[in-house]
C-alpha cells in the first residue's frame, strides 16, 4: 500500500503515530510539518501519478535532495521504497 508520494513510510514516522498525521496523501499535497504544499508531493499529484516510483525521470533532482536532505531525509530510504510501490503496482 501507498502511503505518500514520496516513500517516506508513514506507518514508521514518528509525527504519523505521536502528532496524529495523516499524511500527505490525505492532505493532497500539503505538507503536514509546515504550512504549505510539500514541493514533491505536488509535482506527483500535477502529473496525475500516485508516487515517485511511478515518473518516467525518476528519481529525479528534487527527489534525491530531499531523501538526502539533512533535515527531513532518509539517506535513500524513500526512493528505495518508491522503488518497491513501482515494481508491486505494475
Do not use: Y
Not at 30 to 58: P, T
Amino acid at each position: 500500500m501507498v502511503e505518500s508520494r514520496c516513500g517516506t513510510l508513514c506507518s514508521e514516522c514518528d509525527d504519523f503515530i505521536e502528532k496524529k498525521c495523516v499524511g500527505c496523501i490525505a492532505l493532497n499535497g500539503k505538507a503536514s510539518w509546515k504550512d504549505e504544499d510539500c514541493s514533491l508531493s505536488r509535482c506527483v499529484i500535477n502529473k496525475g501519478l500516485a508516487h515517485c516510483g511511478e515518473c518516467s525521470v525518476f528519481p529525479c533532482d528534487m527527489a534525491v535532495e530531499m531523501s538526502h536532505d539533512e533535515d527531513v531525509g532518509d539517506n535513500g530510504k524513500r526512493l528505495e521504497q518508491c522503488k518497491i510501490w513501482a515494481r508491486t503496482n505494475n
